[in-house]
């Protein structure tokens, strides 16, 4: 069964500063999407940022990047920046290619410090 | 355009009573799915609809959890005689149908989510 494992329950980041939320999976797949996802309070989840297994160029959305090590099955997202909005949950999650269901971490609650 | 909305937004019971929770998709998605999010956990996944085929159910714990979706729009989770392990948030993400737009992958979109808590 695939897994995903976010060890750090939770972070902190100055305003204005960058920090990487680690994320880890388990797939004997070789094709598949990765994804971070942010939950604020209101627990709406959003997409932040998506990662083709395929690809090699690493995503980008702005000031948020992931780096994407497949041999390693390592997934960690840079936050270039951070801004007071950006405090939420993050969730890394996984999703085989063709499958309808998203594999999720444990999350990563971030706080940004004015 | 209006997004996945969930009722009701919290769901407080007690132990024994069934509960419903609604979800209602994005107008023209035919993918409709619920999770479960228990405190300090990620999301676990429950059942998936698409269209008229038969529904993902291999993510339901228990054969007192069932779902139903009426007209391809609309979906009810039901639990029977609830426990306190219940208590969760639930939350419904819908999506056009896989495949749609030429490849394997069309973004959920997650509703606001109810918060069950059974004493």
């Known amino acids: 069964a695939q897994t995903v494992t976010q060890s750090q329950p939770e972070m902190s980041v100055q305003e204005a500063e960058t920090v990487t939320l680690s994320c880890t999976y388990d797939t004997s797949e070789s094709d598949y999407y990765l994804f971070w996802y942010k939950q604020p309070p209101s627990r709406q989840m959003i997409l932040v940022i998506r990662?083709?297994?395929?690809?090699?160029q690493n995503a980008t959305e702005n000031r948020f990047s992931v780096n994407f090590q497949k041999a390693a099955k390592s997934f960690s997202l840079k936050i270039s920046d951070s801004q007071l909005g950006d405090a939420a949950m993050y969730f890394c999650?996984?999703?085989?290619?063709?499958?309808?269901?998203?594999?999720f971490g444990q999350g990563t609650r971030l706080t940004i410090n004015p | 355009g209006a997004g996945v909305s969930q009722s009701p937004s919290n769901k407080v019971t007690e132990k024994g009573k069934d509960v419903e929770l609604r979800c209602d998709p994005i107008?023209?998605?035919?993918?409709l799915y619920w999770y479960r999010q228990s405190l300090g956990q990620g999301l676990e996944f429950l059942i998936y609809?698409?269209?008229?085929?038969?529904?993902?159910k291999s993510g339901l714990p228990s054969d007192r959890f069932s779902a139903e979706r009426t007209g391809g729009s609309v979906s009810t989770l039901t639990i029977q005689r609830t426990q306190q392990e219940d208590s969760a948030v639930y939350l419904c993400?819908?999506?056009?149908?896989?495949?749609?737009?030429?490849?394997?992958?069309?973004?959920?979109?997650f509703g606001p989510g109810t918060r069950l808590t059974v004493l």
């Open positions: 609809f698409q269209g008229n085929s038969a529904p993902d």
């Open positions: 990662q083709e297994a395929y690809k090699q």
């Open positions: 999650a996984y999703q085989p290619w063709g499958a309808q269901k998203l594999v």
């Open positions: 993400a819908s999506s056009f149908r896989t495949g749609t737009s030429g490849s394997s992958y069309n973004e959920q979109f």
């Open positions: 107008s023209g998605h035919t993918a």
